[in-house]
DNA sequence: CCAAAAGTGTTACTGCTACACCCATGT
DNA sequence: ACATGGGTGTAGCAGTAACACTTTTGG
């Protein structure tokens, strides 16, 4: 190798992409920043790698801190390098995206941090480059959401077929049809149905379905994507 | 935010997972370190971010010390953080992954860098995380194949239709049919055969075949998924 | 004329899409 | 009794998988 003379110690932040499903829309969490700099414009919750710190601990702490969720599902989408992105240091920045169940978010941090829940179809302009952060995490979703069952980690653990198909067309803004979502759905066999009813939209009510990660684990993994 | 009283300036490194095909193996491109830590150890190439370059700009100018090549298709796979991952100092890395024309690569360079190629289903021990690096860039590598016509960044500018299918043979290990796969690919419009034909192989001679990008851009994108 | 690779088409099957009616219940 | 959402099955279609023989030509 050359020497990189060059070479620059940096800061490195971890940005999250919070995801959330209010039973209609996908949503995103922005806040309203309370520092400087761009003080009072919409961001993504963020921090910087500390010292002892990976960065998976990183993004879940910085979750954390912003919803008091712990044991979140996260992926990392994607570090982003651009010089300017923040104007006044270098610093780059891996963003990570979080699924939760919005109802679980604390509404007093919320309050907190000036949060709020944002359409993912139709959220503000944000600072630096994190819209484009949004963009690479929802089509990392997207994507993810074909191959691996991560819905589920947007709904409460009981949920009814309906929300559950909900939820994927607002994912992959679709519209489907519920003969052959819910016999897809059930055709994979990683659903366990409950014996209780969600009576809260219907008179007749709706049962409601458990994911099962045991009936996941044995299922045959030879069909790759759900392609519901 | 909380004050990060432990953010820390780091090095971010940018190593870089080489991918080559000989026209029977996929393979990657490593190197015998002549430096320590680590000296005489195989390792991925690689190289630390400058103050004045984005991510991307520090894996091609890698890429280009140790194969001589420009403008080589490149992807971010993810960056990688384990506190310990090198031993002197904290440094996290961004591994990507090159296509490359293993018939463009210098033999020169080789030689001066100790490179050498290995097959991907059997690569030595690495220093490091780079194992895992490359494990994770042969992942995205299968992935990104299913969805983008990528595979013919691995080969020369003309090319027989056995050679492409070897090629993804080699990409996701399985064997495929050489009639179903030709109308398969043909179907999608994006290659131009040629007049010529390529008789290094068999008396009768093989059509050349070009990647097409203009064709490949009218082409309808509603198919997503090669599934050859 | 023979060996070796190139080239091509059909059939069965599987999975996807489209579609409509009855059910249960609270008011 | 009726309005509202829940729940289910079938038939046509499309795309995938399996499969074998003929062509070309250098030696």
């Excluded at 044991?71 to 570090?79: F, S």
């Amino acid at each position: 190798m050359y020497e990189d003379l060059n070479r620059e110690r940096l800061l490195l932040a971890v940005d999250c992409i919070v995801f959330g499903f209010d039973g209609d829309f996908l949503k995103v969490l922005l806040i309203k920043r309370g520092f400087e700099p761009e003080r009072g414009k919409w961001s993504l919750v963020g921090g910087f790698l500390q010292t002892d710190e990976v960065l998976e601990d990183a993004a879940a702490r910085i979750l954390n801190q912003y919803t008091g969720l712990d044991d979140i599902y996260m992926d990392q989408v994607a570090t982003f390098s651009k010089i300017d992105r923040d104007p006044e240091d270098r610093i780059v920045s891996t963003a990570y995206y979080a699924l939760i169940d919005i109802n679980q978010h604390s509404q007093k941090l919320s309050k907190q941090f000036s949060a709020q829940w944002f359409n993912i179809e139709d959220f503000p302009p944000l600072i630096f480059d994190h819209g484009e952060m949004v963009t690479a995490a929802l089509k990392r979703l997207r994507t993810k959401a074909q191959t691996e069952p991560i819905g589920f980690e947007l709904l409460p653990e009981k949920f009814t077929m309906r929300q559950l198909q909900t939820l994927y067309e607002a994912i992959w803004n679709v519209t489907l049809d519920k003969r052959n979502f819910s016999s897809k759905i059930r055709s994979f066999n990683f659903l366990r149905k409950l014996d209780e009813k969600d009576k809260s939209t219907s008179r007749k009510g709706a049962f409601l379905f458990r994911f099962d990660a045991d009936l996941y684990d044995q299922h045959d993994r030879s069909r790759t994507t759900l392609n519901l």
